[in-house]
């Protein structure tokens, strides 16, 4: 049991609520238990006052789409001396597994954690991690993250398919207060379609929620679509799965998920660069959250999501870095800036700031322990400097030209690799 405090700044800001001037929260035992100005705190509460002056304190981001298991990545490159210079979306892909055939199971405990300290370090308190080694589960469950771990299942063969899904669901018993679980068939051209039903039942049976890789490049599309293209004639010989090649589907992949009901209202539907008018209805009226990586999808070359096209339709949408082996941090901030300079005619400072908070909260399903700054939740928050305006700036300028100075994740200030 540790005592109450009060943390108070010159602003607290949450998401689609206007902003309280010298604001603060009351903290007791990791969770907050009262919100509003650091005066009516102060008269309420006798609790020692932690002030941040010409600060702002804000919700601890969501980061709905992950794989921290290769945040060593770029040192991975220079190290197994795999010519690495993908010319497109395939040929990356292919690369990125030259590069792990060449690491053994000890390489990948230290990415993790150097992932997981970049995420806390840049404040984001939550994840939906894409988890392709069970064995590591203990790792994150050590951590000070929150959010879902979704086990990755992946294969053509049946038997490499039962032994990838038994293991996920195995691993995706083991939850905490913190972290629940999932499912990731990581996508339409890793996962063979006879598997589908079998996913939509586990998925449904345990209610885990699925985080999908879908319509990511031009390539998939043409894969889905007629089983051409350079998934087909590049990546499928190299793995040795020719023999796994399908009839054309023509159709999406999004309708192809459709088909096999992997769409519903607890799916992250992650990517979605090459989507049409008709794909995203259905993800609309199946309640789809999608998840927008932008920086990564430069990184490959694969072209911008139709960020007006699921504004429009009112998709919610939550935000991600994806990994360092398609982008040059974890940093949310990095992501939020990025993005508005990428759809400056389409999004906001709010929709980025509800992306990273509340909506990437409501895309995991933990709304109820973060998200947001409120009585009752979890006291993940970040406080955060160096906004010209100082006290007075605009949530503009604070997505802008913030700087993170101070995490606190369960009401612990977060220090490196230690809590204090």
């Known amino acids: 049991m540790s005592a109450p405090s009060i943390y108070a700044a010159s602003r607290l800001i949450n998401p689609d609520v206007p902003p309280v001037d010298g604001g603060g929260l009351l903290v007791h035992n990791g ?19 932690v002030e941040f002056p010409g600060c702002s304190i804000l919700p601890g981001f969501v980061n709905a789409h992950t794989h921290l298991e290769l945040t060593h990545f770029p040192a991975w490159k220079l ?4 010519a690495y210079n993908p010319r497109h979306f395939t040929d990356w892909i292919i690369q990125l597994i030259k590069i792990k055939r060449g690491l053994t199971a000890a390489d990948y405990p230290s990415s993790l954690c150097e992932g997981i300290r970049l995420c806390l370090e840049s404040g984001t308190t939550a994840v939906a991690e894409i988890v392709t080694y069970p064995d590591l589960t203990a790792l994150y469950h050590e951590s000070l993250l929150s959010g879902r771990l979704y086990f990755e ?18 691993a995706a018993h083991t939850i905490s207060d913190r972290l629940v679980t999932g499912l990731s068939p990581h996508s339409l051209y890793t996962v063979a379609e006879q598997h589908l039903s079998v996913i939509r039942e586990m998925s449904s049976l345990h209610n885990l929620p699925l985080s999908i890789h879908v319509s990511e490049s031009s390539a998939e599309t043409d894969f889905i679509f ?23 589907h023509r159709c999406s992949s999004t309708q192809l998920l459709e088909r096999h009901g992997l769409l519903t209202s607890s799916t992250l539907a992650v990517h979605c660069v090459h989507v049409s008018l008709s794909d995203a209805r259905i993800l609309k009226d199946r309640g789809v959250h999608v998840v927008l990586c932008p920086r990564s999808n430069t990184c490959l070359d694969v072209g911008s999501a139709p960020v007006a096209l699921f504004k429009k339709l009112g998709i919610p949408l939550a935000l991600g870095t994806d990994s360092l082996a398609s982008n040059d941090s974890l940093s949310l901030w990095d992501e939020i ?12 400072a709010e929709d980025v700031f509800r992306m ?11 709304s109820a322990a973060c998200g947001t700054l409120e009585v009752g939740k979890r006291a993940d928050f970040q406080v955060v400097s160096g906004c010209s305006g ?19 994740v369960g009401g612990v200030r977060y220090i490196g690799t230690e809590k204090s």
Not at 32 to 37: D, E, L, N
Not at 79 to 82: E, K, L
Not at 337 to 348: E, H, I, S, T, V
Not at 396 to 408: A, K, N, P
Request: proline share 4%; with cysteine; hydrophobic share 45%.
């Open 31 to 49: 969770t907050i238990v009262a919100t509003g100005s650091v005066e009516e705190l102060r008269r309420a509460h006798s609790a020692p006052v």
């Open 79 to 82: 190290r197994t001396n795999v």
């Open 153 to 170: 299942m992946l294969g053509q063969e049946r038997s490499h398919f039962n032994v990838t899904s038994r293991a996920a669901l195995a």
């Open 226 to 248: 007629d089983s051409s293209g350079q998934l087909a004639t590049e990546f499928y010989p190299f793995v040795d799965w020719e023999r796994f090649l399908t009839a054309p």
């Open 337 to 348: 800036r990025f993005a508005l300079g990428c759809f400056p005619n389409d999004l906001c």
């Open 356 to 366: 990273v908070t509340s909506s990437g909260a409501a895309a995991l399903g933990i």
């Open 390 to 408: 100082g006290a007075e700036a605009s949530l503009d300028r604070i997505l802008l030209e913030g700087s993170v100075q101070e995490v606190f």
